[in-house]
């Protein structure tokens, strides 16, 4: 059988043994259709059948989290950890809550997590979790008990050599700080390791809540540096106002760029006058409203609920909201008003129809898991920190996130110009990271 009918035949494996799951078909898709030559080049990985078992998670949980809201009532929730990966560590990967969250979902994004993971050159393996809870709406005290309740399942599968959770969509360091005091109650240990995103005063790193963002905004600098551009004077739309997009915002501004638009799953505003960060920290992280506040209070911004934050012109486009947000006719419309580089802050913002559309009209394009690799790279040296029980000033910590991002570039750019066009950041990454894995898988043995 030719490299091209065994990946076609993994495919066809794949949608049939995970059938409904549209977002984990459409991830390793698009990671297979990269593998032609890398396999071609390396006919040992089709032999040991590497492939085959990297599309198969390595192990998978799905529990019940039941809780009591405020009324009383008793509430059920699906919480799900895929482990997917641990060749080059233990497994590593946010959790998300969101009422989207379906086995699909967190397959895909543990795939993706696997070759994320890999790029940044830390010894960490693919994982990812989360539940269907829904935290719009909730109290402090019912987050609390909704976190307490999904942590007392998870914890037996946790361990800061086995599996680290941390935040994603949904959990962010008030939910991070719910799971890690169980955990440790239950566990009776404070065990730092086992859990990223935390607070600066009990185990965090400086850095990591900035990390994603600024990270994305590194990649996109390093991929305008090729054509001899950089931020400064560009202006720049960011989709989303949550956690990667407010510090991708920051980062733009801190090099000299001006974010005109964002947005939240109610709208978009658009501000000529560059988005007030402050502003949109108070209304979004304090007063956790609705992007529509922000209009309110600011006379240089418009909010909109028709079209798209995509429609805005821009010479960068960042989308830092979910998967699949940025479709064929936002692209069609990025590469009408001259856009020069996209690179996905979120995990597989851009269908891969946007993807095509924005290849073949030259924009540079920065797919997630390599221009996202900022934050998890950030949660691993939060690790390095808990295991020798130090802490890193911001700058040494910043400084080292911009290296690995730097580094990401590098490793993206000259793996694609080994197998293809030095210009596919996609087929740089997708073999980058499978060769790092299948290296160390093939190492271990048939397991
Ligand atoms: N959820 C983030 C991601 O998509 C971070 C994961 C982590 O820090 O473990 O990479």
Not at 47 to 72: K, N, S
Request: net charge negative; hydrophobic share 40%; aromatic share 8%.
């Amino acid at each position: 059988m030719d490299v091209s009918a065994r990946i076609e035949a993994v495919y066809a494996q794949i949608v049939r043994r995970n059938s409904g799951e549209a977002e984990f078909h459409q991830a390793a898709r698009e990671v297979l259709q990269n593998l032609g030559p890398v396999l071609s080049a390396h006919p040992e990985y089709l032999e040991a059948r590497i492939v085959e078992r990297l599309c198969e998670p390595e192990r998978q949980v799905i529990f019940r989290v039941p809780w009591v809201d405020d009324h009383g009532v008793v509430q059920v929730n699906r919480g799900f950890r895929v482990e997917f990966n641990s060749a080059l560590g233990p497994y590593k990967g946010g959790l998300r809550f969101h009422p989207s969250v379906n086995l699909g979902i967190v397959k895909f994004l543990g795939f993706e997590q696997i070759f994320k993971n890999a790029l940044t050159g830390l010894a960490i393996g693919g994982g990812k979790g989360g539940a269907d809870f829904d935290p719009k709406g909730r109290s402090q005290a019912e987050i609390m008990r909704f976190c307490q309740s999904f942590m007392t399942e998870l914890h037996r599968h946790l361990g800061e050599h086995t599996d680290i959770p941390a935040g994603d969509i949904g959990v962010g360091g008030r939910e991070i700080g719910y799971l890690f005091g169980q955990y440790k109650r239950l566990t009776n240990r404070f065990e730092a390791g086992v859990l990223t995103g935390k607070g600066l005063g009990w185990g965090g790193s400086h850095a990591r809540t900035e990390a994603t963002g600024y990270g994305t905004v590194h990649f996109a600098q390093e991929m305008l540096r090729t054509r001899g551009q950089d931020l400064a004077d560009r202006r720049v739309v960011v989709s989303g106002s949550g956690n990667v997009a407010v510090y991708a915002i920051e980062k733009v501004h801190a090099l000299g760029g001006r974010v005109v638009a964002c947005s939240d799953s109610g709208g978009y505003v658009v501000d000529d006058d560059g988005i007030d960060l402050e502003l949109l920290k108070e209304i979004k992280e304090n007063r956790r409203a609705r992007l529509s506040a922000y209009a309110e209070v600011r006379p240089t911004a418009t909010h909109s609920v028709r079209g798209s934050v995509f429609d805005v012109p821009c010479d960068i486009a960042l989308p830092c909201a979910t998967q699949n947000e940025l479709d064929d006719q936002h692209a069609v419309a990025l590469v009408k008003n001259g856009t020069l580089a996209v690179a996905e802050g979120a995990n597989m913002p851009c269908t891969p129809a946007a993807v095509e559309i924005l290849r073949e009209a030259g924009v540079l394009f920065g797919p997630g898991k390599a221009a996202n690799a900022g934050g998890v790279a950030t949660s691993a040296l939060e690790m390095r920190q808990n295991a020798s029980r130090d802490s890193w000033p911001f700058e040494r910590t910043a400084s080292a996130l911009a290296t690995v991002m730097s580094d990401v570039h590098t490793l993206c750019r000259t793996t694609a110009d080994r197998f293809g066009d030095p210009d596919d950041y996609a087929l740089g990454a997708n073999a980058a990271g499978f060769l790092r894995v299948a290296e160390a898988m093939d190492a271990h043995g048939v397991i």
